[in-house]
């Protein structure tokens, strides 16, 4: 059976932190984590822009340059950088912008703040780019005031100081960073550094979502999803998380695919729900690779397709999804699209079971007392319905009322430590990886 409802999203939301940006190229932000704190995350390097040089040529910018003028001397880093009209030579180009940035030249600033914390050129040092970011910053350069957010933060290069991020976020935001503008209404929603407001956690992330900020689109949709900070809309919902998917946001893929396979916010309609599980599934969320394998499994919108349910299965089994391990002992034990063999699905059962699967104890139990693919144990069986009624699982609560009017006194109080202890036997055949 799919998952047709969104049962483990509901999320924490966290500053959403990402290696610094370098020139004009938008950083890419992190996924929003389920309860879980902020942390810093790699991203590509962005490129230097090209230099624009209008009315001077290469050797006009170089003797300008030599004379000392600031806003020469950062273009000839540039040209350096790109190796534009020039050989190109990282080491060459930070020279330039440091000799521009030590004349107060804000771009350069920037830029020189970005060659320390890369390692581009010089040699990597955390304390010289926020040295440089911060007087760029304080000469009102966005994208250094964002740097700067980042660093405190983080605490990279300097005191780790949430108020201060905030307070550079918001400078950075109100020049329009879409980055900034995200990370500041994530300090909001969070009360990271500031006062907790979900109002202006929305108007924030707006803003960020409007200039295709991904991380923001989701956050809207979660927000709307909730109605936490403005009125609770899943059609709302349901855009911004379709604009998030349609940006490769793979959690909200997901959602769109349960969403679309349960009829919420959205009209109710399989192929579309196959369509985004596929997606989230190949970006390796275990909901969507076990609810891809449903699909292949029933033949919904997709041929019955025995081997592909069975690979997506084990790539959900991979990351400990219960539903998938518990599905791949009933293959196994009923031979569905495999050669029957209930050694295997007494392995995947009690995997299952590790992740506390009602399901797979009862399917355990009535294996162990029937002496089915393993040795019959009346008292392993029982320990196992035990599991299974605390769990609420009816079925089990009927078997084991029926089998203990079998046993002795000794097995039940066996079965009970075990049960109680968690002394149940490990199975370690099945190849995971």
């Known amino acids: 059976m799919r998952r047709v409802h969104c049962f483990h999203y509901i999320i924490l939301l966290a500053l959403a932190f990402a290696t610094p940006a370098l020139a004009d190229e938008a950083t890419k932000d992190a996924p929003l984590a389920v309860d879980a704190p902020a942390k810093v995350v790699e991203s590509p390097k962005p490129e230097v822009p090209e230099p624009s040089i209008s009315d001077m040529d290469i050797a006009d910018i170089r003797a ?34 440091r000799n521009s940035a030590e004349q107060g030249y804000a771009d350069a600033e920037f830029i020189l703040g970005v060659m320390y914390d890369t390692g581009t050129g010089v040699s990597s040092n955390a304390s010289k780019a926020v040295e440089w970011w911060k007087k760029a910053a ?46 500041l209404a994530a300090a909001y929603f969070s009360g990271t550094g500031i006062e907790k407001d979900f109002a202006e956690a929305f108007t924030w992330f ?21 109605g936490t900070g403005t009125s609770k809309n899943l059609g709302e919902a349901a855009k911004w998380y379709t604009k998030a998917a349609e940006h490769g946001h793979a959690q909200a893929q997901y ?51 025995h081997a592909e349910a069975l690979k997506w299965y ?23 699209g495999v050669e029957k063999d209930e050694g295997k699905a007494i392995e995947w059962y009690t995997k299952a079971v590790e992740q506390g699967s009602a399901r797979a104890e009862y399917n355990l139990a009535t294996m162990y007392y029937n002496g089915t693919g393993v040795k019959r144990d009346v008292v392993l069986a029982y320990a196992y319905l035990n599991l299974a009624v605390a769990k609420g699982y009816k079925e089990a609560s009927v078997m084991r009322d029926t089998i203990e009017k079998s046993m002795t006194k000794e097995e039940i109080v066996e079965a009970q430590y075990l049960s109680r202890e968690g002394h149940f036997p490990r199975v370690w055949s099945v190849q995971m990886f």
């Open 314 to 336: 084990r790539k959900a089994a991979e990351q400990n999804d219960v539903n998938a391990l518990y599905n791949l002992g009933v293959i196994y034990e009923r031979g569905i």
């Open 206 to 226: 707006s803003k960020a979502a409007k200039q295709d900020n991904v991380q923001a689109q989701y956050s809207l949709g979660v927000i709307y999803e909730h």
């Open 255 to 305: 959602i769109m695919g349960l969403w679309y396979d349960s009829g919420t916010g959205v009209e109710l309609n399989h192929g579309e729900a196959l369509k985004w599980y596929r997606k989230a599934a190949e970006q390796g969320v275990a909901g969507a690779e076990y609810n891809l394998a449903t699909m292949y499994a029933d033949g919904v919108e997709v041929k019955r397709n």
């Open 64 to 97: 300008a340059a030599e004379t000392g003028d600031p806003k020469a001397q950062y273009y000839l880093g540039l040209a350096y950088h790109n190796g534009k009209e020039t050989f190109k030579s990282d080491v060459e180009a930070a020279r330039w912008w």
């Open 138 to 183: 304080e000469q009102g350069v966005a994208k250094a005031q964002y740097n700067l957010g980042l660093s405190y933060a983080s605490g990279k290069g300097t005191k780790q100081n949430d108020a201060q991020a905030v307070e550079w976020y918001r400078k950075a935001a109100e020049q329009g960073v879409a980055a900034a503008q995200c990370n």
